[in-house]
């Protein structure tokens, strides 16, 4: 049996070179998803209490007034399921959650390139074997011998009583590059 305790979020500590800044629409998806449904998935802390996996999801949380943490502790070699037995897949809550966790995940990434840069430096690892491409990470020299474009500022407007088609605007527009932001 594996050893189980009890903890607050307080005494948890966030990844100071965490790689993800997040997104302001995976923020508010985020948002939306633990009001509705409540946590859904677990967090991956070190043997210090430190988060390595589920920064954003600690944060917000944290925000929304969530207090408690159970802690389950592993050597690696155990697979952890948080079993929510309120809910069943076949529902709509299911399937809800279930689209509202990937959806989530996908809208909230947005790598850190400095800090993944500082962990190429520090303790050499390798993004590119886990398919984050480094290419683009330029240092602030680099950066700065490039000739300058002239850039040119517009504004689209788009209002949609669909949430689920506008959701996946946004996410599209963020892929491709575009700055979104998300207004009520």
Known sequence: MAK?????ITDLVGDNLNFNKGTQYGD???DESLRQFGLGRSILIDKNNRIIAGNKTTEKAGELGFEDVLVVETDGKTLVAVKRTDI???????RELALADNATAKANLDWDEKAIAEAIETFGIAPDDWGVSVEGFADDEEAEEEPTKKEISTRLIVECKDVTKLSMLFS?????????????
């Open 172 to 184: 599209e527009l963020q892929d491709r590059g575009f700055e979104v932001e998300l207004k009520e």
């Open 4 to 8: 189980t305790s009890k903890a607050r």
């Open 28 to 30: 508010h998806l985020m």
């Open 88 to 94: 069943d897949l076949d529902s709509k809550a299911g």
